[in-house]
């Protein structure tokens, strides 16, 4: 009895995009909380940027999110890496 391979383009897929994803929102938390955290904590609410941006504590809030899609873009690479070895590849 043969089994037909499992498909492993849409983990992968799924993987790539995930992984994208979260590579922008980690970057989005390190310029707009994390490069001025310091300034954003001594002022207790806001800070202005010299380049006129208006940066908030809530700003961390990106990391919640970057950390969500990298969770999902680790599980998809676990299911593409079990179904290559499924595939016997």
Not at 42 to 71: H, K, Q, R
């Amino acid at each position: 009895m043969t089994t037909d391979p499992l498909p492993i383009t849409r983990p992968a897929i799924l993987f790539v995009a995930c992984a994208a994803a979260a590579g922008f929102f980690w970057w989005a938390f390190h310029e707009r909380y994390y490069r001025h955290r310091d300034c954003i904590e001594a002022s207790a609410s806001s800070c202005i940027t010299p380049d006129g941006a208006n940066l908030i504590g809530g700003s961390a809030v990106w990391s919640v999110v970057a950390g969500l899609f990298t969770c999902l873009s680790i599980y998809y690479l676990g299911v593409v890496l079990r179904r290559r070895r499924a595939n016997g590849r």
